[in-house]
């Protein structure tokens, strides 16, 4: 079955200090990958996508994730996180041929101590 | 070049009434997606569309809930006889060419 994890609800992360927000798939065709982040009462932002290629793929906000296929995993990473990066993040697969239907994670809700 | 706009933001609807949600893609954009967000959820696919063209209607509940994209004018979805279990956050997001989704602010439906 077609599916995206995302094992992480919350996470709370001092400002200032690195975030990784993990997402694991299961996908039977080549995987579209995509990480969007979402404001409080706003619609979604992409973020970064991962089509082909270079499997550390930069984005927008200075994040950046990494494809590994043998982990099914696109680990979204940020060095050093702001305050104003508290939103929920969602990650989302989707492949050629499925009219770019995504499956969605559940999001990971990141916390920002200041 | 405006974003995908949705209207309206928020709804409120009794239960039995229609509700209509409005999407308008952006420019140059052909290709619509309806996706909808229950609380502490991740968004499920509803319907994919073209102009005048159903594509994919695979995560559409079968029955009181349809949605359009005409030639002219917004992609509309349509709830008939809303229940409280409708209530959700609707996204609508757009395409030039069935790759990157563009994604509205979502409408908000409350069903009392």
């Known amino acids: 079955a077609q599916s995206v994890t995302q094992p992480d609800i919350h996470i709370t992360v001092s400002e200032g200090a690195s975030l990784e927000l993990r997402c694991n798939y299961s996908y039977g065709a080549t995987p579209y990958l995509f990480w969007y982040v979402q404001s409080p009462g706003q619609g979604l932002q992409l973020l970064l996508k991962?089509?082909?290629?270079d499997t550390l793929v930069q984005g927008i906000k200075g994040f950046e994730a990494e494809f590994k296929r043998s982990q099914s995993s696109f680990n979204l990473r940020k060095p050093s996180v702001h305050w104003s990066d508290a939103a929920e993040y969602f990650c989302?697969?989707?492949?050629?041929?499925?009219?770019?239907?995504?499956?969605w994670g559940a999001g990971t809700k990141l916390i920002i101590k200041p | 070049n405006a974003g995908v706009m949705q209207n309206p933001r928020h709804l409120v609807r009794r239960r039995g009434q229609e509700a209509r949600l409005r999407c308008s893609p952006m420019?140059?954009?052909?290709?619509v997606y309806w996706y909808r967000q229950l609380p502490e959820e991740g968004l499920k696919f509803m319907v994919y569309l073209q102009k005048e063209n159903i594509i994919d209607e695979s995560g559409m509940p079968k029955e009181r809930f349809s949605a359009e994209f005409p030639k002219e004018g917004p992609s509309i979805l349509r709830i008939q006889q809303v229940v409280r279990g409708d209530s959700a956050a609707y996204f609508c997001?757009?395409?030039?060419?069935?790759?990157?989704?563009?994604f509205g602010p979502g409408t908000r439906l409350t069903v009392t």
């Open positions: 989302a697969v989707g492949a050629r041929g499925s009219n770019y239907q995504l499956i």
């Open positions: 997001a757009s395409s030039p060419d069935g790759s990157e989704q563009y």
């Open positions: 420019k140059g954009h052909s290709h």
């Open positions: 991962y089509f082909s290629g």
